[in-house]
Each structure stands twice: as structure tokens, then as C-alpha cells.
């Protein structure tokens, strides 16, 4: 899926670029959670291993009322039904943990992390059967690299979806109950929350982009509930942007945020990092205030930068190399 960039076409008409490649971001819809999955009901185990390989979980929940739409339940509770999904998460971590835990044990003299890992087992494992998923708690950097090998389900970043009505949409939820319920939950598990609403989600993909923007103009909202789904998992998972542009390609690439010119250079190909001289640099907006490097170069915010230089949002970069 395209990451919408308006900053892209910018670029592109002043490097008069044949080509433009924007960054992509992959949403995998899993199906098949239910109660007793992580004892095997429902899609069970496969289920959860799906979730395994994913960066961040994005948890869809219905904030609506519709008596022609029938919940599973009975009945709407964004609390309840997320209390479901997570109960089971947590069950398959406990899971994770004691398997852990018992191969602790047999290797305990071998391992001279056993102790650190020990108290950091039981850390979240008091979090998990108190009900508190493992992001909730405050972890340090040596916790995180410690527990980062058990790949806990309940520990990945997590962006709840509200699926609301239309109306919804324009008063942010503010008089909805559901997500009421559901900004707490999210604020409790330092996880994101973001309103959709899947019915004019549906409408839109009809629309070409012009009518696309009419459309939420005249709902009031800025952007579309797919747009602004992007924007959080960006923001949970740390990714930041940067671009190359010139006549043949204007490009933008997604890295994390913190990650120096050579690990951003990489992204391209392993080759510009191992290779790695210097590079041209200059911020999206000095680039287009100054109508391209040379422009840019004439004002003095033009940049040779090298290995140790930290990328900024919306980067513009030439890399400099020799293999």
C-alpha cells in the first residue's frame, strides 16, 4: 500500500522527474481470533503465529450501533471485545514465558544473563496475569534486548481502529461511549487510537484524489481513516522519511528515526553503506524555498554530511559513495 506524500509531487515537478516511487507500507488483514484461541479454538496457534510475524497490531473495533449489523456477542462493547482479543494475547504470552522460564532453569549455570532474564521473566509475567499487556510497562533498553528473542504478542506496538459511524467522524467520537472506553484502554497501554469508519472508508476508493477531498472536506476531517492509520503506525513503530530525487526518479524511503546517513543509505542498497563517504543534504523545505541543490547550495543550506550525521524527517539526500 502507496504512504500518500504530497511532499513527493512536489519534488518531483522541480527535479522534472520521469518517475516518482513513493514509500509502501503492508497491512496484512488476519482473520480467525476468538475466545479459546490460544487453546486452540478458532484458527488457534496459526492465528497467533501470523501475529508473530508483524511489526505492530493494529486491532479493529466496532464503536457503532446498526440493529441490521449483528456483533457475534449480542450486542456493542469495545471494552468487552477488546478484552477478549487481549486476554488471549496475554494467555500465549504467559505460554512463551513459562517455556522460557523452564529452559532458564535447565541452563541456569550456563547462561550468565540467567538472573537479568529471570527478573525480567517475572516482571511481565506479574504484568500479564494481572490482566496488563507487556507494552503497558515501563521497560529499559537492557529489559527490551533481554525479552526482544520470546517475541511477545502483547509487547508489539499497538494502534486501536475505532470503526465509527459518519457522524462520529466529525466530533471525533466525542459523545460515543465506546470510544470513550476505548481512548482509556489505549492511554493505559501507551497504544494509539485512531477513528475510521469503514462505511465511508468503502465510499472513498470510489472517488478518484479530487473528489476523494471534496468528500472529506465536506465531512469536516482532513484526511481519511486509512491515511491517518498510516500516520500512527509510522509514529508506533518509529519510522521516519526521507527522500532522492533527480530527473530519473524522485523516491521517498522509510527508516527509523535515529538511524545515522549509512544505515539510511542502506535502505537503497548495502552497497551505499559499505561504501559510504558522505552525503548531500538538505531539509524538504530549504530544498523547495530554494527550487532544487542548486538553488539551495547558492543560500548556504546546502550540507556535506558524514557517517555520523542522525537523518532528519523529510531529508533530501545524494548519496556519495565508492565500492
Known sequence: MNVPD????????????????????????????????????GLGNKF?????????????????????????DGSVDAARDVSVINFELILADLAQLERASAKLSKNKSKDPNSEAKSKVYSKITEALESGQPARSLQLTADDSSIIAELNLLTLKPCIYAANV????????????????????????????????????????????????????????????????LIQATYEQLGLQTYFTTGKKETRAWTVLRGCTAPEAAAVIHSDFER?????????FNDFVASNGYAGAKE?????????????????????????
Open 275 to 283: 561504501g559510504f563517504i558522505k552525503c548531500e543534504t538538505v531539509s
Open 165 to 228: 459511524s459518519e457522524s462520529d467522524l466529525k466530533d471525533q467520537g466525542e459523545k460515543n461511549n465506546h470510544v470513550s472506553d476505548l481512548r482509556k484502554i489505549a492511554a493505559n497501554e501507551k497504544a494509539d487510537l485512531i477513528l475510521v469508519s469503514a462505511q465511508v472508508e468503502s465510499e472513498i476508493m470510489q472517488l478518484d484524489e479530487g473528489e476523494r477531498k471534496l468528500f472529506l472536506e465536506d465531512l469536516g476531517i482532513s484526511k481519511s481513516g486509512l491515511d491517518s
Open 48 to 72: 497467533l503465529s501470523n501475529i508473530r510475524e508483524c511489526q505492530a497490531l493494529v486491532h479493529v473495533v466496532r464503536c457503532f450501533d446498526d440493529t441490521d449489523i449483528i456483533h457475534v
Open 6 to 41: 504530497e511532499r513527493l509531487e512536489l519534488l518531483a515537478a522541480i527535479s522534472q522527474t520521469e518517475k516518482v516511487v513513493p514509500a509502501t507500507v503492508e497491512f496484512v488483514d488476519i482473520a480467525g481470533l476468538v475466545k479459546g484461541a490460544a487453546e486452540g479454538q
Open 299 to 323: 543560500r548556504g543550506l546546502w550540507r556535506l554530511e558524514g557517517k555520523e550525521y542522525i537523518v532528519q524527517e523529510g531529508d533530501v539526500l545524494l548519496f556519495k559513495f565508492n565500492v
